[in-house]
């Protein structure tokens, strides 16, 4: 493996690692309103008897804002190794790039800011805000791939540009809606994972459905593209292995669930959520970004040159390490159920 290639995977790594992170937690702000309280204890809320608190949050909370970690070491590496790769693909995407930062803004600023509202109707309004910060993100990442998958127009200059016309295809509306049901079941196995019997049984029936809603926008995704609307692969027997083990991902999901497995269920949406990232690498090699004209961007024309990436080298030894083990310890540490004598951060 080259130093090259060796960068690639990890550029590649960082970018699954966050949407397995990341995505529990859009996917349980997506179903805040649907694993909270019962009425009675929304009642009870409302008198002032009980305190504010909500499922979904909990399970999420000791974990919240530092999944971005991965985000943001993402991007470093991005700019680091790939300068190249980043000045062509950031441009050509802003808007779906701006619409993920203003997802992630509202939603963290709601979550922190809901227990603040002095009555019912201003908790309805963080509400919605948490739900759409967990909602927005989860479809532009799913526009992000499928834009990938499908390749994007490459102008005269050799720049890429994506407008409303490449965005709003069927391919890339269902990757995102498919996006969206992915994260939303695997926020529920998240869920029925560290909560009190009764929220982890309503998630786990929750995550039944969403995993077969999922399943069934892949599905289309797959029909599209064998027509001819969908993803340009450049190593179509890897693409397929790929989407064939996404698949069988789905169907371990599916399965889990619905036997009450929840340590299963969730390790399958875990390894849903990390596939798509590898089929667009694995699937694109050597290319990172191709377009819909079949020539693309290739990593010895995106990454930097040896002596930098040696010089990088030297701290991604120190720095990936360190966020493995942080993020090991923070498992660790805060492993075990939520329930009633668990402390509430929200």
């Known amino acids: 493996m080259t130093l090259q290639t060796a960068w690639l995977a990890l550029l590649g790594l960082l970018l699954a690692g966050y949407f397995v992170l990341g995505g529990y937690d859009y996917g349980a702000q997506m179903l805040h309103p649907f694993l909270g ?14 305190s504010d608190r ?24 991005m700019f ?3 300068p190249h790769l980043e000045g ?69 200059d050799g720049s890429f ?29 998240f869920v029925a994972l560290r909560s009190e019997p009764e929220v982890a049984g309503r998630a786990r029936r929750l995550g039944v459905r969403l995993v077969a809603a999922t399943g069934a926008a892949a599905l289309l995704a797959l029909l599209l593209t064998a027509f001819g609307e969908g993803a340009s692969m450049t190593n ?7 989407a064939a083990a996404i698949a069988a991902a789905l169907g371990v999901a599916w399965w889990s669930f619905a036997g009450g497995h929840q340590v ?9 959520t990390a596939l798509p990232v590898l089929l667009v690498g694995a699937g694109h090699y050597p290319y990172l970004l191709i377009s819909s004209a079949g020539h693309g961007l290739d990593i010895g024309h995106a990454v930097t040159d040896d002596a930098t990436l040696k010089i990088l080298s030297g701290f991604g030894v120190l720095v990936v390490p360190t966020i493995l083990a942080y993020q090991a310890w923070s498992w660790w540490a805060f492993r075990g159920r939520t329930g009633r004598r668990h402390l509430s951060y929200f």
Request: positive net charge.
């Open 88 to 156: 062509t693909l950031l441009p050509a995407m802003y808007p779906l790039i701006v619409a993920i930062l203003v997802g992630l803004v509202l939603g963290n600023a709601a979550v922190q800011l809901r227990r603040r509202a002095r009555g019912a109707s201003g908790r309805r309004v963080w509400d919605a805000l948490i739900v759409f910060g967990g909602a927005l993100p989860a479809l532009c990442w799913g526009l992000v791939v499928g834009l990938l998958l499908h390749g994007v127009p490459r102008r005269a």
């Open 161 to 189: 540009r994506v407008g409303f016309g490449e965005v709003f295809t069927p391919f890339v509306l269902v990757c995102g809606v498919t996006t969206i049901l992915l994260f939303a079941a695997h926020g529920a196995g």
């Open 264 to 272: 299963r269920a969730f390790v399958a949406t875990c390894c849903a």
């Open 236 to 242: 179509r027997g890897v693409a397929a292995v790929i």
């Open 80 to 82: 680091g190794a790939f």
């Open 54 to 77: 909500n499922a979904a949050l909990d399970a999420i909370a000791p974990f919240f804002l530092g999944n971005e970690v991965w985000l943001v070491a993402f991007a470093g590496v």
């Open 37 to 50: 309280r019962s009425r009675e204890k929304e009642e009870e809320q409302e008198r002032g008897s009980a």
